[in-house]
């Protein structure tokens, strides 16, 4: 599975965060099943001094599996903490940046370098 990787640097980030207003989130569908990218958002958006929550969408029935439906992970970026709260009413999100404090990446991906095997999910 190929990784845009190109729009998960801290330049793209930064990119979207010029079209947001300051309240404004960004959603990332991060589902792969050989990559765990959530601790790479999540060193972003703790080098830009905002929020990483991420949420896995475990719920698919029988019926949507064997339509092929897979679970899917997201992650919520945002500037303002409070912001997270208007989609965590709805459904459970976890501070990725808490959750991944062991695993995540001292140095974030940027245009320049960003090693996408330390994302592999081996043994997960």
Not at 88 to 111: G, N, V
Request: with cysteine; charged share 25%.
């Amino acid at each position: 599975a190929a990784i845009p990787v190109h729009l998960l640097t801290r330049a793209a980030i930064a990119l979207y965060r010029t079209r947001l207003t300051s309240d404004g989130i960004i959603l990332v569908h991060i589902s792969t099943r050989p990559f765990n990218l959530a601790p790479e958002l999540a060193a972003i958006a703790r080098d830009i001094g905002w929020h990483c929550a991420v949420r896995v969408d475990p719920i698919v029935t029988e019926s949507q599996r064997a339509e092929g439906k897979q679970e899917s992970v997201w992650a919520e970026l945002t500037a303002n903490r409070d912001n997270m709260g208007r989609l965590a009413k709805f459904s459970l999100w976890d501070d990725a940046i808490k959750q991944y404090q062991a695993t995540m990446p001292q140095r974030a991906w940027t245009d320049d370098y960003a090693p996408t095997l330390r994302a592999l999910a081996v043994g997960e």
